[in-house]
């Protein structure tokens, strides 16, 4: 079976630039993450989707960053402007979440995002 | 803010030897996780214990979970090489949240 598919793996854009980061989750899976990675903040979720609706974005540090999730199988993570401090790896997850019950979630292999 | 926070940050050993990672986290939970970290790649989940659980096994995986402490232990029997990773516990809700994470090193 196909895992967590996230597309660009690297990018490296200019200050200023807008960022489109892509996941196709599993089929079947109900939920989808969106994390982000640094060596400073460590590993922090940014936004949930749950039936491809959002749950919880407090994650999402501001304005400039966007999630959206037209249908089950596909998610996008957008920042606009990018700022040298966004600079992180993307990781996307996916689960079939049953409330209540332990929930493996299953990540992708990340986006690298350098902005300069 | 992170629910779970692993302890040591770093911890270094020779292969065959034994390592032991722990977790505090600090709210009531259902179930704790553990997934480990191969450098530059996704995290894979390893082992899921319940709150009404104590201790489980998995191959050379040993976890134990202590509720009233509110901590977790994971443990590698006979390390090796390839066991080089970061480990992270993770707390339950529908949305997981992750500890700071322990990278271990082993040695040959």
């Known amino acids: 079976d196909a895992g967590v598919i996230q597309s660009p793996r690297h990018e490296v854009t200019e200050m200023g630039q807008e960022v489109t980061l892509r996941c196709k989750p599993i089929?079947?899976?109900?939920?989808l993450f969106w994390y982000r990675q640094t060596m400073m903040r460590g590993l922090e979720l940014l936004i949930y989707f749950n039936n491809n609706v959002p749950i919880d974005d407090s994650g999402m540090p501001e304005d400039r960053f966007s999630a959206k999730m037209p249908n089950a199988s596909f998610s996008t993570l957008k920042i606009q402007p990018s700022e040298p401090r966004d600079s992180a790896v993307y990781f996307c997850?996916?689960?079939?979440?049953?409330?209540?019950?332990?929930?493996?979630?299953?990540f992708g292999e990340g986006s690298w995002l350098t902005v300069v | 803010s992170q629910q779970g926070e692993e302890d040591p940050q770093a911890l270094s050993i020779q292969e065959g030897e034994n390592a032991t990672m722990n977790c505090s986290y600090k709210t009531s939970i259902n179930n704790l996780q553990w997934y480990r970290q191969n450098s530059g790649r996704g995290l894979v989940h390893l082992i899921l214990?319940?709150?009404?659980?104590r201790e489980k096994h998995s191959g050379r995986l040993r976890v134990t979970l202590d509720t009233s402490k509110k901590s977790s232990s994971l443990l590698i029997t006979a390390s090796r090489a390839a066991d080089t990773a970061s480990y992270f516990c993770a707390t339950d809700a529908d949305k997981l949240t992750f500890g700071t994470g322990t990278q271990l090193k082993v040695e040959l």
């Open positions: 214990i319940r709150s009404n659980e």
């Open positions: 997850a996916s689960s079939f979440i049953v409330v209540g019950a332990g929930n493996t979630i299953y």
């Open positions: 089929s079947g899976h109900n939920s």
